[in-house]
């Protein structure tokens, strides 16, 4: 409510003013990557729906969950989710921005499955999770993409090159991997399916993150890469296709319910198509269009949530068929609803008819295609006044219905966060001035840099906008009124609610149970020979496919290579086939250990002595550990057992892995790495061995996991000895 209060007192007259206010600390110096944040007219809306509502959701939750056992974590996990919602929002850094953006899908996830005790929640919260964390990671390569192609990190940098992005032959994967983000985050065809899944939250919960911001991140980003990336073909018809299937198909889907909180649900997925599809055009009245939406969604659809929280806490129950006459014992949450609704259907003189007519403005606008666009955009706002009339008329009118407890309003501190935000619609109706200069014409030049804002009115006169409104009222009310004999033709007709998204998204995920379940049994049945085999086998695949990969010719020198190496190495090759031919254990261990003191003299030779002396320390170690443990495992056919598939795979690997390092050896010496150890190891580690501070400073994670790795093995090497002295005493004494 602070941050509110500082928006409005100090940063709205600047920005409204022309003003971007920007702030930045440097957070990985070396690869130019800052804590950076701008606010202008973009994330200055959003900021302000954030924090705005975000205040009365913590209020009105700290009430509606009074006395809850786990209170204290859902106001925690919605300040959490505020915070990253917040700086996602006022990122200028691409890193900055796309940190914040995981932490609201964390954070959703966490607060969609609350009530985790509920099998519903857990796996409500999981595909939220699924899709949007993995729409999270298309984001991240396209983001990764933008930033190479524009030459920085900063997002308003990377819009004022756009010439030089829209012109690159990354353009179009670029714009696919933003487009999945985008459509991922804001529930958009086919990844529509998850926000009404989602509705398992809490109702403030909803109401915060499915209605006034999480969901609208997509729309965000959309936005705030419109000067980048928009104004193409594959732009405008990508995200008009998308958009206007979404918000109609989605529309009625929401006739279909008979759970309010659901219906809201999909009307949430019906505003989001229309901002995607208005972003699509990016004239003037569509920017327009996105920016007063954007206010118009935010305030009703809180506040019908909120209301439906009410209407449930009132009556225990949200379904529609045992809902009926509440007005009586429910007049403040009825005039509550009655406000939001006449918003969302967009009647006059509230601001969702302004709203409304700058949409019809807008699709009659566009110059490919305006009768596709108003068709969708009718057809949606229709079946938009039919869902507002379902919320707003059938719990409060008609015949009374006995709800499961007895009705009533309850107090002030519930319902007067919904009341606020309600009145506001009518406000900035009556009064359009009061967001017209100050908020919206400021978005419209943060989108569309340069361009002049339509000043917003109420009255645009008799026009083709207001035929089209009063003809969406008019379908409107037909819906509404044929709703019972049209919500049973789609039950009927097993109309189901995501085009087969959610059943596709089940099989999906049933099927990769399977894989991993199988893939578990097969490759993870027990046996060190199994591991040991899989590993060697996909390394040797690794390596010559490395090898065939690369252009350059092999002919490795062989005419250098001295007497005494060709020796060992052949002593090598002899131990490895007793290896894979003996028939006892111990002429296996023996040669085993004569190719590991071999290899420890070919280092010896080639001046490695401290690598040698490793090798031949581990080649001790396993020698003694194993020839202990031969004493207690079975004897073993002595005849000769040669192993044809052991020997495959390492003969493949062995020759795979001399072949790269030829195929390395050959390549010219590049002696930069050196250069930057000789120089930079005094000044930035203070150690002049310089070794010894590659491996302790600049390698000193992998230094460290190496001796983790060594004590872990003396410490087993230890318990094992142990363990087998104790069983051979205990034998001695019986």
Not at 113 to 123: L, S, V, Y
Not at 681 to 706: H, Q, W
Request: overall charge neutral; charged content about 10%.
């Amino acid at each position: 409510m602070a941050l509110t209060a500082a928006w409005f007192a100090q940063f709205i007259p600047q920005v409204a003013s022309g003003e971007i206010l920007t702030w930045s600390r440097p957070w990985i110096p070396g690869l130019d990557i800052e804590v950076a944040f701008l606010l202008d007219g973009l994330s200055m809306l959003f900021a302000l729906m954030v924090t705005g509502i975000g205040a009365i959701i913590f209020l009105y939750s700290a009430v509606y969950f009074k006395g809850h056992p786990k209170l204290t974590m859902l106001l925690t996990l919605l300040f959490l989710f505020a915070v990253s919602m917040l700086g996602m929002v006022l990122a200028d850094d691409m890193v900055t921005f796309f940190v914040f953006w995981e932490g609201t899908t964390i954070t959703s996830f966490l607060l969609v499955g609350f009530d985790h005790e509920k099998t519903k929640a857990r796996d409500n919260a999981l595909q939220a999770l699924l899709v949007t964390g993995l729409g999270g990671l298309a984001l991240l390569a396209g983001l990764i993409l933008l930033g190479a192609e524009a030459g920085t990190f900063r997002i308003s940098e990377m819009n004022a090159a756009a010439g030089a992005i829209q012109a690159s032959a990354m353009y179009v994967p670029i714009l696919v991997l933003v487009f999945i983000g985008a459509f991922t985050k804001s529930a958009q065809f086919p990844f529509h399916f998850w926000l009404p899944g989602a509705m398992a939250a809490p109702t403030p919960v909803s109401a915060y993150l499915h209605s006034a911001t999480m969901v609208k991140a997509g729309i965000y980003l959309l936005a705030r890469f419109t000067p980048a990336l928009g104004g193409t073909e594959v732009w405008f018809w990508t995200l008009t296709i998308v958009g206007a299937i979404t918000m109609v198909w989605s529309s009625v889907l929401a006739l279909k319910q008979t759970d309010l909180k659901l219906m809201l649900a999909y009307t949430t997925v019906m505003a989001l198509g229309a901002l995607t599809m208005m972003l699509g055009g990016g004239t003037r009245y569509a920017v327009m269009t996105v920016s007063v939406f954007l206010v118009v969604h935010a305030l009703y659809k809180a506040a019908l949530f909120l209301t439906v929280g009410l209407i449930d806490k009132g009556t225990g129950t949200r379904e529609v068929g045992q809902l009926g006459g509440l007005r009586r014992e429910m007049p403040i949450t009825f005039w509550i609803a009655i406000l939001a609704a006449l918003s969302m259907a967009g009647l006059a003189p509230f601001v969702g008819f302004i709203g409304k007519e700058l949409m019809y403005e807008a699709a009659l606008g566009v110059e490919t295609e305006p009768l596709f666009v108003v068709t969708a955009a009718l057809l949606a706002n229709a079946n938009m006044v039919a869902a507002a009339a379902l919320v707003a008329i059938s719990p409060f009118f008609g015949a009374r219905v006995a709800p499961p407890k007895s009705p009533a309003d309850p107090t002030p501190w519930l319902w007067i966060g919904p009341a606020l935000l309600a009145a506001l619609g009518l406000a900035f109706g009556l009064v359009p001035a009061l967001i017209d200069g100050p908020i919206i014409t400021p978005v419209v030049q943060s989108i569309l840099p340069g361009e002049e804002a339509v000043y917003l009115k109420l009255w645009h006169g008799v026009n083709l906008p207001l035929m089209l409104s009063i003809l969406t009222f008019a379908l409107g009310f037909a819906l509404y009124y044929g709703r019972d004999k049209i919500r049973g033709s789609l039950q009927s007709a097993n109309f189901t609610g995501g085009l087969d998204a959610n059943d596709t998204y089940n099989l999906l995920l049933t099927s990769f149970k399977r894989f991993a379940a199988w893939s578990a049994r097969t490759v993870q049945g027990g046996k060190m020979t199994v591991y040991l085999r899989t590993a060697f086998a996909v390394l040797a695949l690794l390596m010559w496919g490395a090898h065939l990969a690369s252009r350059d010719a092999f002919n490795p020198p062989v005419e250098g290579i001295a007497l005494i190496p060709m020796v060992i190495c052949l002593l090598i090759a002899v131990s490895a086939a007793v290896v894979l031919t003996t028939g006892s254990r111990l002429y296996g261990l023996t040669a085993l250990g004569i190719t590991g003191a071999g290899v420890a003299i070919l280092f010896v030779f080639y001046s490695a002595i401290d690598v040698a002396i490793t090798q031949l320390l581990v080649e001790m170690l396993v020698v003694i550990i194993l020839a202990v443990a031969l004493v207690k495992l079975p004897n073993m056919p002595r005849e000769p057992n040669f192993r044809a598939g052991d020997a495959l795979i390492a003969t493949a690997l062995g020759l795979g892995v001399a072949f790269v390092v030829a195929s390395v050896l050959m390549q010219p010496f590049d002696p930069r790495i050196n250069e930057f150890f000789n120089a930079a190891s005094y000044p930035e580690a203070l150690g002049r061995n310089v070794v010894n501070v590659i491996l302790v400073d600049f390698r000193a994670l992998d230094t460290l996991g190496e001796v983790a790795v060594v004590l872990v093995a003396a410490i087993s090497a230890a318990a094992a000895l142990t363990a087998g002295l104790r069983a051979g005493r205990k034998e001695k004494e019986e």
